[in-house]
């Protein structure tokens, strides 16, 4: 009997790391991110956009989700055979979600912050905000491959 097997799928990789929330803290999440991104082999593009999308995000939990003596957690998950990489940082300050400055503020105006955020938006193909269960919240961005 010859009968077809089922595709096997690669499994998605997945790393997840609680990290100090201090500026040092942030600049490890954006490290580990890098290292591990390209461990799993993920293209250059990809990794390249991640960095600057976790460097973002945990900056934020570092200056504006910090709540003193707690940390923040990084979360990745790759799925190589679809080319899509999820990035999450939860902070424990739920009362707090970003907020991206309106699209048409004037390009030289002074904010007191947000800017990230288009950067963020810019970079990724989606993010949002969900509430964390313990009382913090979650900033989630999805970002696929490009193929050139």
């Known amino acids: 009997m010859n009968h077809a097997l089922p595709q096997v799928r690669r499994p998605s990789r997945t790393f997840s790391q609680l990290l100090s929330s201090t500026r040092r803290g942030a600049q490890l999440a954006r490290l580990l991110a890098g290292t591990e991104l ?42 190589p055979a679809a080319g899509r990489l999820r990035v999450e940082v939860t902070d424990a300050r739920g009362e707090v979600y970003p907020q991206p400055p309106p699209a048409d503020t004037e390009p ?41």
């Open 38 to 79: 390209r461990s799993w082999g993920a293209p250059q593009d990809l990794t390249e956009r991640a960095e600057l999308v976790v460097a973002e995000l945990a900056a934020n939990a570092v200056f504006h989700g910090l709540v003193p003596g707690r940390c923040f957690r990084l979360t990745l998950a790759y799925d």
């Open 108 to 148: 030289g105006a002074l904010h007191s912050g947000g800017r990230g955020l288009l950067l963020v938006a810019a970079l990724t193909d989606h993010w949002d905000c969900v509430p964390h269960p313990s009382g913090g919240k979650t900033v989630r961005a999805e970002l696929h491959h490009t193929s050139s």
